[in-house]
């Protein structure tokens, strides 16, 4: 659960803090491995833990109770996360059933001292072993085998309370006591060990008779041992309210489906408790070790009269009001009272808080939240959801108009368009391959030897290439009556010649051309035909002229 994970990132800091390494152990590892629902949190650590208590309340853990004998801290995370930090010792029992002497040691020691192999476990929290198993007695194994074994031959004899651990492990998880274990077991009840169990550890497995999903049959399995007068003498399953601890298990579970998460713990030793005496109960509860346990417990009719008058308040008028309310208040509240008998406002407020609003928050998200590009990675998603359910809740979201008028704020804007596609047909290559040819002329810029680029060639063999690079015509000569007569005699002559052959003349001219008209014919093409047109205009006029 995100809940647990916190709370074990919380310990850890604190721990790390004051350079304690420290572990997960106990159960917690048991169930881990298993593969069961993590109950608790148990850690130990290599140092005083009772040093750690201001810091665990700076972090908003509730200290519930500590033991300065064992240096044992337990507490009430966020979330209500139960845990227990404890130090790391080792114990040796005098006599059996009186309180061991402990003494500070390794997480070696502290795995020694423990019940039955599956609960002696330890998986290192600390930075540079991060992970790491550690299991001497091979409780691995165990887990696989569903079995429970003992860590030493005088286990029940020393702490008896392990006889009722074995019996509501065993009855949890289904597990069978192993071959020896089942015999120390055995002899242990025919010795009547049970009678050497001190207060404190009784105290402490009426506790978890709480914490069990199903206690009333785990009290079955202790009154068939005959554990169940010894745990409480006056109580018999006749006496437990049954009913109410269904409907409570029900009541949890539509809770949990909308995201709370209460502690059930005293409304089910309530439920378990609440036909005896009142001395009855107040001697159990002295026995009981957590004391943060008792006083939740003993406050429990009070607190909740004081949340059914809140929930009746003139300001809680609208659905969305009420919600934002029980949803703030103390789970175990709200699971209280609504078990038991309460006005028949505040009873119908919390079954539409259970059943009938949590049926419009499936509306959600909105069919147009995707159109108008709303999505999961909007940075106010989750908000936008919130204030939407609770807009449902009070009707005034009814339609898609009205939908849309309230998603327009968070439109994201328009996404830019796409940058338009680059030129690629052949009138492209064409335009490129004049504008180079052109601006190479004009430089001067020697023609590249070598076979030329396709681009390129194309351009140069196109009769609209042509012109762009061929040489100007000849202007014929001024009329001034001065030409000498070999000049005559010459033009005569040429006249005749380029009559005949007038695409030779334009090719082979007879006078040698100027540099500039000479780079000129190099850039044109060789076969040019517009250029032989000029030529036949010059011997028109110099007919004329004759």
């Known amino acids: 659960m995100p809940d647990q994970q916190r709370a074990v990132a919380q310990v850890t800091d604190v721990a790390r803090s004051h350079q304690m390494n420290i572990y997960l152990t106990g159960g917690a590892v048991r169930d881990i491995i298993s593969g069961f629902i993590i109950r608790d949190l148990d850690f130990s650590v290599q140092g005083n833990a009772l040093k750690l208590q201001k810091d665990f309340e700076k972090a908003g853990a509730k200290v519930e109770a500590t033991d300065d004998t064992t240096r044992t801290i337990m507490l009430l995370l966020p979330g209500n996360v ?81 006889l009722i651990r074995a019996t509501r492990l ?72 049954t009913a109410g601890l269904a409907q409570l298990a029900k009541i949890k579970q539509q809770m949990q489906e909308i995201g709370m998460n209460p502690d059930a713990s005293p409304i ?24 943060g346990f008792v006083e939740r417990w003993r406050n429990l009719e009070d607190d909740t009269k004081e949340f059914a008058k809140q929930l009746m308040a003139r300001d ?12 703030q208040s103390r789970p175990e509240m709200v699971l209280y009272a609504a078990i038991t008998s309460r006005p028949a406002a505040v009873e119908q407020k919390l079954k539409n808080f259970l059943t009938k609003w949590p049926q419009v928050r499936q509306k959600l998200p909105f069919p147009e939240m995707a159109e108008m590009r709303i999505t999961a990675e909007h940075p106010e998603y989750r908000k936008i959801l919130d204030e939407s359910f609770l807009l449902l809740l009070d009707g005034k979201l009814r339609n898609h108009n009205e939908i849309v008028k309230y998603l327009e704020p968070y439109k994201p804007p328009e996404p830019p368009p796409p940058p338009a596609p680059v030129r690629r047909g052949r009138a492209a290559k064409k335009e490129a391959a004049a504008a180079a040819g052109a601006a190479g002329a004009a430089a001067g810029q020697p023609k590249k030897r070598g076979r030329k680029p396709k681009a390129l060639a194309v351009a140069a063999g196109s009769p609209a290439a042509a012109p762009a690079v061929a040489p100007a015509p000849v202007a014929p000569p001024a009329k001034t009556g001065k030409e000498t007569a070999p000049k005559k005699e010459a033009a005569k002559g040429k006249e005749v010649e380029t009559k005949g052959k007038a695409p030779a003349a334009a090719k082979q001219p007879s006078a040698k051309p100027a540099p500039a008209k000479q780079a000129a014919k190099k850039a044109a093409p060789k076969k040019a035909k517009p250029a032989a047109k000029p030529a036949k205009k010059k011997v028109a006029a110099v007919k004329k002229k004759k």
Request: proline share 6%; hydrophobic share 35%; glycine share 4%.
């Open 82 to 162: 139960r845990a227990e930090v404890t130090s790391t010792r080792s114990e040796q029992y005098e006599k059996p059933g009186k309180p061991p002497q402990t003494i500070p040691g390794t997480i070696y020691d502290d795995m020694r001292r423990r019940d039955f192999t599956v609960n002696a476990m330890a998986l290192s929290l600390n930075p540079g072993s991060r992970g790491l198993l550690t299991d001497p007695f091979n409780g691995v194994a165990d887990i696989e085998a569903k079995v429970l074994r003992v860590l030493h031959n005088y286990a029940f004899y020393e702490e008896p309370s392990r």
């Open 170 to 241: 065993a009855n949890r998880f289904h597990w069978a006591l192993e071959e020896r274990t089942q015999a120390r077991y055995d002899a242990a009840k025919e010795n009547n060990y049970i009678e050497n169990i001190a207060d404190r550890p009784l105290g402490h497995e009426i506790e978890q008779l709480a914490h069990e999903d199903d206690p009333v049959n785990v009290l079955k399995a202790l009154e068939k041992e005959g554990w169940l007068k010894v745990v409480a003498p006056h109580l018999s399953l006749a006496k437990v309210d």
């Open 268 to 291: 089910v030793m309530h439920m378990l408790m609440r036909k005896l005496g009142e001395k009855e109960i107040s001697s159990i509860q002295k026995q009981i070790p957590n004391k």
């Open 316 to 327: 809680l008028v609208t659905p969305s009001q009420n919600w934002k309310f029980l949803m």
